[in-house]
């Protein structure tokens, strides 16, 4: 329970599921480094920094030693939004409820299909 | 007909505060003319001074007195009311051709300004001039015969017409009375003639003066005193005449006049004025929208939102209208985001729809029509020098008015805040630098116009179900059955779970305290694949009866897909705290926030207690899955399956929990099995579709998709996940057929 986030556990399953045939297909034809700031409530206020790294295969922590090819600010639940297929990206980005640093080729990239899906109980 | 009266139409009537006709084509001649006066400006009684009339030997006096200007005569209208020279007056002969450049002089030709001492001469050469065409139908009582006059100065106004001036028997008006005359008419004057210029509207005034008489050049000598017995008199009377019996004195005029005068607001005539002569929709929408701009400033969370919605969509489309590009100006994209800009689409939530009551409203619509419709139709009817000017006037009137609306300081305060500049720079920048290439940009474009329908297509729907209101269905057969819930809890049984919604509905609109009618609602719905319905049905459940440990580990499974922790957890614990055997375990302190320790440490209290209990194993397994343990989850499910090896929701619950562990296989096995004891188990097909998609069969995941949703085609998020799927699969040939929701040719397609 180290993280209050919902997003919290869609990256967990990230986590893990980039060490499946499926993630590491992933990591081939994607090969960006995306960092993902995540508010509980508001863009930029108390953010939890992750690292989606899809050149490693890795989820991480913690901010990125580098540069990131992209990196999205965005609340918990915008975040599980995009990530589930709920919200366009792009709609978020009009929004201003996702806001993007780096390129915007790299951003487009970063789509629902790279993430899995949280069954249901 | 003549320009004019297309130009001002109707009721030219607009609202305070406003520079616009409430006839767009008003409007637009406003924009055209550059005339906006501006309402404010009367709170106060105008200063110009007035222009009295000079004598003219070709004025006209004929003005009949039954056929009040704008109606029959109609050929005449134009004629000029006042003195100017004759050049000016000859002019407007011609305005009956229709041709938009009398209306243009009419308007903007300054009236003569005659000042210096020989008024008073002038007054009398004028009286004389009427006395000479008395018509007998200005006969009656002093009294009836200003109402009239009154009412035939707002008809012309109504119509558009400019006034006539008309010669009147002596009325033995007071002083007062005619201060009285005099200053309210001119207050009035500019709500009938907002959209006129200030010399316009002097020129109507003393048009109406003239005939009665008083000079306009004395006005404003303050506000009307106690001092005018005859005028409170006339008041007195004026008022008694609205009664019932007095039909003479029965005239709106009247009774506007008096409604103002007790308000002692100007604005208030206006008001009365719209009731009583009506106005179209436009202009109190226009009111409307002028109100909640007043109030910005107490504006918070959703609408500021929406503000800042706009204002960035603004800005994105500054900067994209940058891009020369035909192609990315033609596209969607660009119209979606003007569109956003000028607030004709709002975002709620997650969804995109027309607006509707907020902010500018039809106001916005009403003006892109216009626009839309304008050019050619204006290229069209004036194919002047007029047209360019008067376009760049009404751009400038619009950016002004956008301005106006942005200075304000709290909200500008508020908005920055947000750092729209720096994304859209960024975006600017990027897309500045070719960053889309000839393609993504039409991805993009083409996202936009996909997720644009989809959003339109469902934006109905769903909006209340995520703070937890129930949503109940449009059209319900099972509403007058006599037993809805027997047969609810038979259709369920069968498995036909959209059907047993519908008539567990019926129930609950009928017997809205039936707890087991709510509880099986939302049992229905999570086996349904609806987690957001069946949360907000166990809420109505819980509420009735409050220690029912099905509902409450109902409702703390759903939070945990839902990933909502702390709820879930409180449900989880408050389920032990109502058990009969383990309730001694909970202490009742720890119930407003559990932690999740204290849950899962009392929990194996428990479990210890009786290991033969399944359903306290079941409570474990979703606290494990809270807490992402999920060898430990998968464990306990396990347990409770050797003890209930029947229960199918059991089965998927163990899925699920393979699934979010990323053993794939396993769990299709445990789905299987759910699947074997409950062929409609919605929520276990789409489960089925997850795993297989989270193992990159994207083909597979989309037949499971489609099953689940031929059961149940409210299951949003089943419709979300195969949408990604079928890119997955590069079948975007199957994208309309899910953003239209249609089944059909989804099912022929992808058979199971």
């Not at chain 1, 600010?73 to 929004?95: C, E, H, V, W, Y």
């Not at chain 1, 915007?104 to 789509?111: G, M, S, V």
């Not at chain 2, 200003?146 to 558009?160: C, K, N, P, T």
């Not at chain 2, 009742?588 to 209290?605: G, H, I, K, Q, T």
């Amino acid at each position: 329970m180290e993280s209050s986030l919902k997003s919290a556990a869609l990256l967990e399953q990230m986590k893990v599921h980039l060490s499946t045939d499926a993630g590491k297909e992933l990591t081939k034809k994607i090969g960006l480094v995306y960092q993902l700031n995540i508010a509980p409530k508001k863009i930029g206020v108390e953010e939890e920094i992750f690292v989606v790294d899809l050149k490693e295969g890795k989820v991480t922590k913690g901010a990125y030693a580098g540069k990131p090819d992209a990196t999205f600010s965005f609340t918990d639940k915008d975040f599980l939004s995009i990530a589930t297929g709920k919200m366009n990206p792009q709609i978020a980005f009009i929004r201003g409820a996702m806001k993007i640093k780096g390129s915007i080729i790299a951003a487009q990239k970063f789509t629902p299909d790279i993430f899995p899906k949280p069954s249901k109980l | 007909m003549a320009m004019r009266d297309l130009v001002t139409g109707g009721a030219a009537c607009a609202v305070p505060g406003t520079a616009s006709s409430s006839n767009p084509l008003g409007a637009f001649a406003n924009a055209i003319l550059g005339s906006s006066s501006k309402a404010q400006e009367i709170k106060g009684l105008p200063g110009a001074a007035v222009n009295v009339p000079g004598p003219s030997s070709d004025f006209r006096t004929e003005a009949p007195l039954t056929t009040l200007p704008g109606l029959e005569n109609e050929g005449q209208q134009h004629q000029q009311p006042y003195g100017q020279n004759s050049e000016f007056l000859s002019g407007f002969r011609s305005a009956d051709h229709g041709v938009l450049g009398d209306a243009w002089n009419e308007v903007h030709q300054p009236p003569l300004h005659i000042r210096g001492g020989d008024t008073e001469a002038r007054f009398q050469e004028f009286e004389q001039i009427y006395n000479r065409g008395v018509p007998p139908t200005w006969d009656g009582p002093p009294q009836g015969v200003l109402s009239r006059f009154l009412h035939s100065f707002v008809d012309s106004g109504r119509a558009g017409v400019p006034f006539r001036p008309a010669a009147l028997p002596v009325l033995g008006l007071s002083e007062g009375d005619k201060q009285c005359i005099r200053d309210r008419s001119f207050i009035m004057a500019h709500h009938i003639f907002a959209d006129k210029n200030e010399e316009y509207i002097n020129a109507q005034v003393n048009a109406l003066l003239h005939s009665l008489d008083i000079d306009g050049n004395q006005r404003l000598k303050g506000p009307m005193r106690g001092s005018y017995p005859e005028l409170e008199e006339y008041w007195t009377e004026s008022q008694v005449a609205l009664r019932p019996g007095m039909p003479n004195f029965a005239d709106k005029w009247v009774s506007e006049f008096s409604q103002q005068r007790e308000s002692g607001d100007p604005e208030a005539w206006a008001r009365s004025f719209e009731q009583q002569h009506g106005v179209n929709g436009w202009a109190s929408e226009f009111e409307q929208e002028h109100s909640q701009l007043a109030s910005i400033d107490q504006m918070s969370g959703a609408n500021m939102y929406q503000i800042a919605a706009m204002e960035q969509s603004r800005m994105l489309a500054n900067t994209l209208a940058q891009n020369t590009d035909p192609k990315f100006q033609n596209s969607k994209f660009l119209q979606f985001v003007s569109k956003m800009s000028r607030g004709e689409l709002i975002v709620d939530e997650n969804q995109i729809k027309p607006a509707t009551s907020s902010l500018t409203d039809d106001w916005a619509n009403e003006y892109q029509g216009q626009y839309n419709a304008g050019p050619s139709y204006w290229a069209d009817q004036f194919a002047n020098e007029e047209l360019s000017r008067g376009k760049d006037k009404w751009v400038n009137e619009f950016v002004k008015e956008n301005q106006q609306q942005g200075s304000d300081d709290q909200w500008v305060n508020e908005f920055s805040k947000l750092h729209v500049q720096d994304w859209t720079d960024e975006f600017g920048k990027q897309v500045a630098e070719g960053a889309f290439g000839e393609s993504t940009a039409d991805d993009w474009a083409n996202a936009y116009d996909k997720y644009l329908d989809e959003q339109l297509f469902t934006s109905k729907k769903r909006s209340n179900a995520s703070r937890g209101v129930y949503e109940f269905s449009d059209m319900n057969p099972y509403v007058g059955h006599p037993n809805p819930l027997r047969e609810g809890q038979e259709l369920f049984r069968k498995g036909l779970l959209s059907e047993a919604v519908l008539a567990l509905e019926a129930e609950v609109l009928k017997n809205p305290d039936n707890a087991e009618g709510w509880r099986l609602l939302g049992i229905t719905h999570a086996e349904n694949d609806d987690d957001q319905q069946a949360i907000a049905a166990m809420m109505r459940a819980q509420e009735v009866d409050p220690t029912n440990l099905e509902v409450l580990l109902a409702l703390g499974v759903s939070h945990t897909n839902e990933l909502e922790q702390p709820e879930a957890l409180k449900y989880l614990y408050s389920w032990l705290q109502n058990h009969p055997k383990y309730g001694a375990l909970a202490p009742p302190e720890l119930a407003d926030s559990p932690y999740y320790a204290d849950v899962a440490r009392l929990f194996n209290e428990a479990a210890q207690m009786s290991p033969d209990d399944a359903d306290v194993h079941i409570v474990l397994g979703v606290l494990y899955n809270l807490s992402r343990e999920y060898d430990r989850a998968i464990e306990s499910f396990q347990t409770a399956l050797k003890l209930k090896p029947r229960d199918y929701s059991l089965w998927n619950k163990l899925g699920a929990t393979q699934a979010n562990s990323i053993q794939s296989a396993d769990a299709i096995l445990a789905y299987q099995q759910a699947l074997d004891l409950k062929p409609n188990y919605v929520r276990a097909w789409a489960n089925m579709g997850i795993s297989y998609a989270n193992q990159g069969l994207y083909e597979e995941s989309i037949r499971y998709y489609v099953r689940a949703l031929a059961m149940n085609p409210k299951a949003d998020s089943a419709w979300q996940y195969l949408k990604i799927s079928l890119s997955c699969a590069s079948r975007n040939d199957m994208f309309e057929a899910c953003d239209t929701r249609n089944l059909d040719i989804l099912q022929k397609e992808f058979p199971l």
